[in-house]
C-alpha cells in the first residue's frame, strides 16, 4: 500500500506542474502556497440479512424435491453455514422432521370429476330440427296444405297462386306437384346442421369424456402436506462516499491509486490512516445489523490535496498518488471562472449594443 504523499512531496510535484505555464517559484518556501488535505472516500458495506420463517404447506401431488429436503427440528437453532460472499442471495427450504404426510383430495375421485356441463354424461342435448330457412316455417311451406299435409279448400288462400313454378316441389305432405319449399320439402322445418337430427351432441366442456382433470390437486387425488421452513439470506448494499467534486472525478476515479482496506467481521477494526473525518461517516453504519450473518466493508481512499499558488492565482491545482507518482490535475480557479463570465457578459451586452445600433441605422 502507498503511503500518503507528504506536503514537501506534493508541493514539489506541484512546482514541476506551475512551471509550464512559465511560473517558476519555489512552492514549499513559506508564503507562498496554500494546501489543504481533501481526501476522497468510497466505502461499500454489503451484509447479509439472515430471516427465518416456518409454516404449514400443502402443495397437490408427490413432489419428488419436498422428500429430498434437509430436516430440522428446532428452526431457530438449526445451524446454516453463513454465506461465504455476502453479496449472494440464498434461500434454503427445510423439512420439520416428522412433519411429512398425504392427503387425499376430497374434490374428486382420484384426481377426476365429473365434467359440470354435462353432468358427466358426454353428451348436450340438441333440437334435432329447426325452423326451415326457405319458408320459416310458415304457409309457405306449401301452397297447397301450407305445411299441414291437408289440402286447403280452394279460394280460402287470399294471395293469388305465383305463376312461376319452377322453384316448387311435390309436397312430401299432401303429394300435390310444385307446391312445397324445395328446402324443406313442405315441411316446414329441416334437421339441426349441429346435431344431423339425432337430438344431441358431444359435450365441449369434456369433449365427450364425461370426466375432468381436478385443477386444485393438479390431477392427482392427493395433496403432500408438511412443516416447513426457509431461511434466506439477502444482500443488503450501503454505500458511504465522500466523493470528488464533478470536475475532479474522472480523473481521480481513473487514475488514482486508491488504497483499499476490506473488513469481514464486525469486530475488525477500521485502518489506523484513515482520515479521522471518514471514520467518523462510517462509523455509525458499522454496527451488527439484525439478522446479520456476513458483511464485507469495502473501504477506498484516496489522498487528495488541493494546492494554491499565490504566483498563480487563476489556476487550482489538486494532488494525489497515481500509480506513476504524484499527478497533478490543474482547474481553473473561482476568481478567474467568475472574471471570465463577467467579460462574456460584457462582450455579450456590446454585441447587442451594435446590433440594436445597425439596426437603428438601416431602419
Ligand atoms: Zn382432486
Ligand atoms: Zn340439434
Ligand atoms: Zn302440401
Ligand atoms: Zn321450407
Ligand atoms: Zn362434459
Known amino acids: 500500500m502507498a503511503k500518503e504523499p507528504s506536503t514537501e512531496e506534493i508541493l514539489q510535484a506541484v512546482e514541476l506542474h506551475v512551471a509550464r505555464h512559465g511560473i517558476t517559484a519555489r512552492l514549499s518556501s513559506p508564503g507562498t502556497a496554500d494546501l489543504s488535505r481533501q481526501p476522497l472516500l468510497d466505502c461499500r458495506i454489503v451484509r447479509s440479512i439472515e430471516k427465518r420463517e416456518e409454516g404449514r404447506r400443502r402443495v397437490p401431488g408427490r413432489p419428488a424435491d419436498?422428500?429430498?429436503?434437509?430436516?430440522?427440528?428446532?428452526?431457530?437453532?438449526?445451524?446454516?453455514?453463513?454465506?461465504?460472499?455476502?453479496?449472494?442471495?440464498?434461500?434454503?427450504?427445510?423439512?420439520?422432521?416428522?412433519?411429512?404426510?398425504?392427503?387425499?383430495?376430497?374434490?374428486?375421485?382420484?384426481?377426476?370429476?365429473?365434467?359440470?356441463?354435462?353432468?358427466?354424461?358426454?353428451?348436450?342435448?340438441?333440437?334435432?330440427?329447426?325452423?326451415?330457412?326457405?319458408?320459416?316455417?310458415?304457409?309457405?311451406?306449401?301452397?297447397?296444405?301450407?305445411?299441414?299435409?291437408?289440402?286447403?279448400?280452394?279460394?280460402?288462400?287470399?294471395?293469388?297462386?305465383?305463376?312461376?313454378?319452377?322453384?316448387?316441389?311435390?309436397?312430401?305432405?299432401?303429394?300435390?306437384?310444385?307446391?312445397?319449399?324445395p328446402a324443406c320439402l313442405g315441411r316446414g322445418r329441416t334437421k339441426c346442421a349441429d346435431c344431423k337430427g339425432t337430438g344431441s351432441v358431444q359435450c365441449p366442456g369434456c369433449k365427450g369424456a364425461r370426466r375432468l382433470r381436478h385443477a386444485e390437486c393438479a390431477g392427482t387425488g392427493v395433496f403432500t402436506t408438511w412443516t416447513g421452513?426457509?431461511?434466506?439470506?439477502?444482500?443488503?448494499?450501503?454505500?458511504?462516499?465522500?466523493?470528488?467534486?464533478?470536475?475532479l472525478r474522472q480523473p481521480t476515479d481513473g487514475a488514482g491509486q486508491w488504497r483499499r482496506t476490506v473488513l469481514t467481521t464486525a469486530?475488525?477494526?477500521?485502518?489506523?490512516?484513515?482520515?479521522?473525518?471518514?471514520?467518523?461517516?462510517?462509523?455509525?453504519?458499522l454496527a451488527l445489523a439484525d439478522g446479520e450473518v456476513g458483511r464485507r466493508v469495502t473501504v477506498r481512499r484516496l489522498p487528495l490535496a488541493r494546492v494554491t499558488a499565490h504566483a498563480d492565482p487563476d489556476r487550482v491545482y489538486f494532488a494525489f498518488p497515481s500509480h506513476t507518482g504524484i499527478k497533478v490535475v490543474e482547474r481553473p480557479s473561482r476568481q478567474r471562472v467568475v472574471r471570465f463570465t463577467a467579460v462574456a457578459s460584457t462582450t455579450l451586452a456590446v454585441a447587442v449594443l451594435v446590433l440594436v445600433l445597425v439596426l437603428v441605422v438601416l431602419g
Open 66 to 181: 419436498v422428500a429430498g429436503r434437509e430436516t430440522y427440528t428446532d428452526l431457530a437453532t438449526h445451524p446454516l453455514d453463513p454465506p461465504s460472499d455476502p453479496s449472494t442471495a440464498r434461500k434454503v427450504e427445510l423439512v420439520l422432521e416428522g412433519s411429512l404426510g398425504e392427503a387425499p383430495c376430497d374434490g374428486c375421485d382420484g384426481g377426476r370429476t365429473d365434467c359440470e356441463r354435462c353432468a358427466g354424461r358426454g353428451r348436450l342435448e340438441c333440437e334435432p330440427f329447426v325452423e326451415c330457412e326457405g319458408c320459416e316455417g310458415g304457409i309457405d311451406a306449401c301452397w297447397e296444405c301450407e305445411g299441414s299435409g291437408r289440402p286447403r279448400p280452394r279460394g280460402r288462400r287470399t294471395d293469388p297462386r305465383p305463376a312461376d313454378v319452377r322453384q316448387r316441389v311435390r309436397c312430401v305432405r299432401c303429394r300435390r306437384p310444385d307446391a312445397a319449399c
Open 229 to 247: 421452513a426457509v431461511i434466506s439470506h439477502t444482500p443488503e448494499v450501503r454505500r458511504v462516499e465522500q466523493s470528488a467534486p464533478l470536475h
Open 267 to 285: 469486530t475488525e477494526k477500521l485502518p489506523d490512516d484513515l482520515d479521522p473525518r471518514h471514520r467518523e461517516l462510517i462509523l455509525p453504519h
